[in-house]
């Protein structure tokens, strides 16, 4: 092929069209085309971007990821730690380019913060060291009673992706819904919340938000405390009685 492009471009990455033609003494001549008949993949794979997790309810957890749109791309494998486990260990493969997101089960989200990793693997076999490639972490939230009407809640850093604020939610049984009661600063990770005067359960949730794949929010856990409330703080004096 001599100083042809095909010679110049074999080692890049890319699909090549070969054409070969022919041409006798005589003057005839030939000619055949082969489109993207050469795939050359890349010696390093293109790895996938996880965009978020976050918890959905007590025992599952949504991993969502970007489309891995390599054309060396042979499959997905996800994988998971536990705030107990000591390494992460693959809990499922993908095999199909277009799925993007992943319901993770069976899960105790309210004791336990979950991370996890996801590898691209090529055609070639070729991936990533695990320790190469980020991880997303769940938030944990905790809740504890400090007075008559005050109540203290903690939260986990969300790991995996910058954080501009967080959004601390609040849930009673006057609602059916969880009432947004304050936004604080990425660097914020606890909050007294002062307004818990009735004799209710009420529950708490945090949302970490920002930018890229944390457009969406990340939920936490739900974490309860049952208030005693502060009726019996409540004390009206007689001051005279009288008869008409």
């Known amino acids: 092929f001599g100083n042809s492009s095909l010679v110049s471009n074999t080692f890049k990455p890319g699909l090549f069209d070969i054409n070969l033609q022919v041409k006798t003494r005589n003057g005839c001549s030939d000619e055949i085309n082969k489109p993207e008949l050469i795939k050359v993949f890349d010696t390093i794979p293109s790895n996938t971007t996880l965009n978020r997790v976050t918890v959905l309810n007590d025992h599952e957890v ?5 489309k891995n749109v390599d ?16 390494s992460f260990s693959a809990i499922k ?6 799925e993007i997101f992943f319901v993770d089960k069976n899960l105790n989200t309210i004791d336990l913060i979950y991370c996890y990793k996801i590898v691209s693997v090529d055609k070639c076999g070729q991936q ?8 997303h972490c769940t938030i944990n939230v905790a809740s504890k009673k400090l007075s008559e009407n005050s109540i203290k809640v903690e939260w986990s850093r969300y790991e995996g992706s910058p954080v501009d ?3 601390v939610y609040r849930q009673d049984k006057t609602s059916n819904t969880n009432q947004l009661i304050a936004t604080v600063t990425s660097t914020t ?27 969406e929010g990340s939920m936490s856990d739900t974490s309860q405390v049952k208030m005693d409330g502060i009726s019996h703080l409540q004390k009206s004096e007689i001051i005279r009685a009288t008869v008409e």
Do not use: M
């Open 62 to 66: 949504l991993i969502e990821w970007q």
């Open 165 to 167: 604020y967080y959004e």
């Open 71 to 86: 054309i060396a791309f042979s499959h997905h494998i996800l994988y998971r730690k536990s705030s107990l486990d000591s």
């Open 93 to 98: 493969t993908f095999k199909n380019q277009d």
């Open 128 to 135: 990533l060291k695990l320790y190469e490639v980020p991880f």
């Open 189 to 215: 990770l606890e909050l007294i919340d002062t307004s818990a005067y009735c004799n209710y359960e009420y529950s708490y949730k945090v949302k970490a938000n920002g930018p890229r794949g944390l457009l």
